[in-house]
């Protein structure tokens, strides 16, 4: 079956380090997107790719990068990790432009100490 | 005016009750709405589309007001299993993008 993937499901690190979330989809959808969820805020919208070679920033975009060299994945980077990135992060496909169904990963808890 | 907003509750309501949530969305250019549903420390799953005229599937109710910016989610006979927390979502302004409300909880009691 298909599905949607994210490594590691936990993960600690230190302020300053440089950390990349992975998220893998087997649904061949072109549209990937990477969300925060907090208390108090909801999920924000971190960055989003439709396409290979194609990404774009999100509402909380800062202090992350993102790479799309193929159709199956695209990493989350966060440069420098801060305190403030401390959060669930989800990955999220569709097959069509933002406006449809978004299918989620299982999540990735990040804390930054 | 937050883009988009619910009650966060939370709505603490016995089996078998009717309860309604309520959502608003500031941008009059969204076109497609959506209801997600979450459980604790899991992924968000979508529950339901919602339409112009109005949608039902099984015990879920979905309607839309353009005209108020309101969004409404109506659930009937409820099941122990429908405590979860249920996401308003909405379209963006140029339709690229989802918006997530912050949620409205439900725990259903026995």
């Known amino acids: 079956d298909a599905e949607i993937t994210q490594s590691p499901r936990h993960k600690i690190t230190e302020t300053g380090r440089q950390v990349t979330l992975a998220c893998h989809q087997t649904?061949?959808?072109?549209?990937m997107f990477w969300y925060r969820q907090d208390l108090g805020h909801g999920l924000r919208l971190i960055h989003y790719s439709y396409g290979v070679q194609d990404t774009n920033k999100g509402e909380v975009s800062d202090g992350y990068s993102v790479s799309r060299s193929n159709t199956e994945d695209l990493p989350l980077t966060l440069e420098s990790a801060a305190s403030s990135q401390t959060s669930v992060y989800f990955c999220?496909?569709?097959?069509?432009?933002?406006?449809?169904?978004?299918?989620f990963g299982p999540g990735t808890r990040l804390t930054v100490t | 005016r937050k883009e988009v907003e619910q009650d966060p509750g939370p709505f603490n309501v016995p089996e078998g009750a009717t309860v309604a949530f309520n959502c608003t969305y500031s941008n009059s250019a969204s076109q497609s709405f959506f209801w997600y549903r979450q459980d604790c420390r899991k992924e968000p799953k979508l529950l339901m589309s919602?339409?112009?005229s109005g949608n039902e599937d099984g015990r879920f109710t979905a309607q839309l007001n353009r005209a108020s910016q309101y969004i409404s989610l109506l659930i009937r006979d409820s099941k122990l299993s429908d405590s979860a927390t249920y996401l308003c979502v909405v379209t963006n302004q140029a339709g690229t993008a989802l918006i997530f409300g912050k949620g409205t909880t439900l725990s259903v009691s026995s």
């Open positions: 999220a496909s569709s097959d069509a432009a933002g406006a449809n169904e978004q299918y």
């Open positions: 919602v339409y112009s």
């Open positions: 649904w061949n959808h072109n549209n």
